[in-house]
């Protein structure tokens, strides 16, 4: 293949595993990356999966503002330089299947939801004859027949 090709697909690659990192589709798209990275060996890929787990921790620490744009290129142009390290090693028939691979699991980070987190505060609200509407899975806790 191409060296812009590989280039290209690491970058797609690397883009994937940040995007994936705050979904709910991190599970499996972390033990896809895992197995590209350890290529049938056990202890490699252990050692991969505690640098994605690494990547998460560091993406979920940096959460706002410029901080958290300077640590999503940086992991991002990490995982790309890994990726593409891997893929000039392999000969080319291995190469391509990785190529595939990497491409359905950049394919099934771009259709992973961000996980939504909501968190209401109502610790200093006074509520009164009250309503509460919405929508999904809600627990409201009457107090008042008590």
Known sequence: MLVEELVAVAAAGGGAIVQAAGTDAWNGI???????????????ERAELERLDQTRAVLETAREGEEA???????????????EALLEDLPEAEQRQ?????????????????????HND????TFTNSQVLGSGNMTVTNKYDK
Request: proline share 2%.
């Open 122 to 125: 109502f610790s200093r609200a």
């Open 69 to 83: 744009e300077r640590v999503e290129i940086a992991q991002v142009s990490r995982w790309q330089t890994r990726l």
């Open 30 to 44: 972390r033990g896809g990356f895992g197995r590209l990275f350890g290529r049938g060996e056990a202890g490699r």
């Open 98 to 118: 990785v190529v595939a691979e990497l491409q359905a699991l950049v394919s099934q980070a771009e259709a992973a939801e961000p996980a939504q987190t909501v």
